[in-house]
DNA sequence: TTGAAAGCGGTACCAT
DNA sequence: ATGGTACCGCTTTCAA
């Protein structure tokens, strides 16, 4: 550390702003091109030791944090991976997938953002993310149309990758296949002898982008079979999960397909205290396969859902900006396996 | 929209690069600056409406998106909040927080951001913040000590909040009262005769910030009442769980504050299946209130958490922005109330 | 009503 | 080995 000299004590501490490089420039007494040099360890040029500790001290003793917008607006580009927040409540799955994926875009060298476009869709969203100039934008959901890949693209996003049911044109493309979890969790209950099955349709809003493909699936896997798919609509909430099981009886189901985990141990629950028993009575099943599935009695058969591995995402981001000449890869993710428990 | 004449077939659709408001300018046949104050709606400035309609046209047709590091590089500062992502893994609790504060924030006309730096601490961390030029930073947990806090406000931050169970020198605070999540519970179950309280602490990295304040809590809520206090390590796995409960008669508790609902829910299973009664030989508590609590059987005792509402931290930073000079606010947060069911 | 030009904070080419 | 300087895209005085 350099050490200076105290100022006298009634000077006021100067509102001191923001140091720039040229500041540290003139406190090294070099010039803004070396403190660059130095700062950055060009390569290509060679600057001499007493310099360099000079420049680092004179950094050190300013506080100098180089601007990242002028840097990238000099450069011509970041390396930044914009990921718009959700429209949906995350849920445990998709959290752990998040933090996944930044460690694996760190590891690239990428700097992975969330932004939070409250209250625009569409095209607009999509210009407000342009506004950033990332390298690559991953979009969760279905807030993507093709407009907005254009706009994105021609403002240099080098690759746009949607993670959501359906493919956007021009761009990559992580199908998460939602209809196979509803077609896998029907099929399993037609498998086990059901033949009227419910199919849980959240109230809550933002979740219809999973729970219409759900319900799609239900009915393709029980088509000309004879067996029966009705849509349960259902707010995560114990009155009304207690409403739903009181009509149980009249509903001439023997089996519900509960959306997810988290809404079958509600509907379980509801359904246990209405004297029902899981699974003679109804067999439930619900999905992502999270721990509390396995803590419920009788245990909560389920639908495993396999999120693409961070790594995995982050190389094909990786691909995509390395060589955004590229046909777009659409590939499915989300392998769907049904995990059969006691309560199926 | 402008009609353009179709370039003859033959010739090769250019590469073209992204726009800039140069490139509109041209195209409309007005100056640079005309672009501006059409796009920006100066008021005062005065443009005629053809002009207006002209510059329009060409953005539109260019498909012109603005530059947001170029206009905050000239502007000398950005309405960015910068909310780094937390190091310990996001709950339900959490995640509802963050998306209502980013609603709060959007609607003050900021923009949140969430920022994964992943491997970096301390004062790495802040300096890589800092390069973005945030005009505020919400650190959550741990992770910035008065060095960050000096830096975050040296490159321009006008705010600097945490979101933890300590304050920062020289930074607002939101005291999220984990010691008094420990306190309430222990002292709910000494109210409730207990007199050997087990506290499960967590294996899993990263959630010892709440976890230890927590145990210091359930042991300041005994000290000089003769009941004791155990810590009890427990990874979020079924078998560590069965373990646990298997050598629950040696331990020789009567009672158990579980950290958290999640944990509740797997510890209070393991305890059943060893054939322990919930309460009476083992009275469990949990913290958070999910709803799982009140579908367990018997019904989860737990701590009902209050993480302050969105709006009100919003307004918070958009106060401090807006008067930096002011003195740290610290306030508490996490209202922590007990909420007794049937499992205490 | 519009345009010319300076400048925000860096980087990198070209001289010296 | 170092310095001068042009330039990235945008906003905003000041002049015309």
Redesign the interface.
């Given at each position: 550390m350099v050490q200076i000299p105290k100022p006298p004590a009634a000077e006021p501490p100067a509102p001191?702003s923001?140091?720039t490089s040229a500041d540290v420039a003139r406190l090294a007494g070099v010039s803004r091109a070396t403190v660059s040099y130095v700062l950055n360890d060009s390569g290509s040029v060679r600057i001499s030791e007493p310099t360099r500790r000079r420049v680092r001290d004179a950094a050190r003793e300013l506080?100098y944090?180089?601007?990242?917008?002028?840097r990238?607006?000099r450069a011509g580009h970041?390396r930044m991976v914009l990921m718009p927040?959700p429209s949906f409540?995350?849920?445990?799955l998709y959290?752990?997938f998040l933090?996944d994926l930044?460690?694996a875009?760190?590891r690239l060298d990428y700097?992975?953002?969330?932004?939070?476009s409250?209250?625009l869709r569409g095209y607009e969203a999509a210009?407000a993310w342009?506004?950033?100039?990332p390298v690559a934008v991953l979009v969760p959901g279905a807030d993507l149309d093709p407009q907005g890949v254009?706009?994105l693209k021609?403002?240099?996003a080098r690759a746009v990758v949607t993670l959501g049911p359906e493919a956007v044109e021009g761009a990559h493309a992580l199908l998460t296949d939602q209809e196979g979890v509803g077609h896998g969790a029907a099929r399993h209950l037609y498998d086990r002898g059901r033949r009227a099955i419910g199919v849980v349709v959240p109230a809550e809003g933002g979740l219809d982008v999973f729970s219409a493909p759900r319900l799609a699936g239900a009915h393709r896997a029980v088509r000309g079979t004879g067996a029966t798919v009705t849509a349960l609509p259902l707010a995560?909430d114990?009155r009304e999960a207690a409403r739903l099981a009181a009509r149980w009886g009249s509903l001439g189901l023997d089996a519900v397909f509960a959306y997810n985990d988290?809404y079958a141990?509600?509907l379980m629950?509801a359904l246990q205290d209405a004297g029902l028993d899981i699974p003679a009575d109804a067999a439930v099943i619900g999905a992502d396969d999270l721990?509390?599935g396995?803590?419920l009695r009788p245990r909560l058969s389920t639908v495993h859902l396999e999120l693409p591995a961070g790594r995995e995402l982050a190389a094909l981001v990786d691909r995509a900006v390395r060589d955004p000449g590229a046909a777009p890869e659409r590939r499915k993710v989300l392998g769907a396996t049904v995990v059969h428990r006691e309560s199926s």
């Open positions: 001191r923001v140091p506080g944090v180089p601007h990242a917008a002028a990238s607006l970041s927040a409540p995350a849920g445990p959290s752990r933090s930044q460690w875009l760190a700097t992975a953002v969330q932004y939070g409250v209250g210009r342009a506004e950033l100039r254009e706009v021609r403002s240099g995560y114990e988290e141990m509600l629950r721990m509390l396995r803590l």
